[in-house]
């Protein structure tokens, strides 16, 4: 499976971006999507997550009320809304699948995006 994440950029504080992940290969069936990022200095953390059916999803509490995460299991495609940008929102954002469960342990993901780059500027 391969990942291929899109739609970081430059962004003033109190604006919104969506991110994309695409799905690529030998796709499996009913595998979890999840989000992540590191910022520069730290450890990679989580941030939302997403079954298959889209029923069921994780948040890191420092994100609820603002990013929302969606799929299109047509398009093999996973989506990271971001409203209310924070400066301390910037870092390099991660997609991740995996077809365990639906977690925000990173170990639980098998497969990784290349990242994109999100900057909030206050």
């Known amino acids: 499976v391969q990942l291929q994440a899109s739609g970081g950029g430059l962004v003033q504080a109190g604006g919104s971006l969506i991110l994309s992940c695409a799905a690529s290969?030998?796709?499996?069936?009913?595998?979890?999507m999840g989000w992540f990022r590191q910022a520069p200095g730290k450890e990679r953390e989580f941030v939302a997550a997403?079954?298959?059916?889209?029923?069921?999803?994780y948040y890191a509490d420092f994100v609820k009320g603002r990013f929302t995460i969606s799929r299109d299991n047509s398009k093999n495609t996973v989506y990271l809304q971001m409203n209310s940008l924070r400066p301390e929102d910037t870092a390099v954002y991660y997609c991740?699948?995996?077809?365990?469960?639906?977690?925000?342990?990173?170990?639980?993901?098998?497969?990784w995006g290349q990242g994109t780059q999100v900057t909030v500027s206050s």
């Open positions: 290969g030998r796709t499996p069936s009913n595998y979890v």
């Open positions: 997403i079954g298959w059916s889209a029923a069921g999803q």
């Open positions: 991740a699948a995996n077809v365990r469960r639906l977690s925000t342990i990173t170990d639980d993901y098998n497969y």
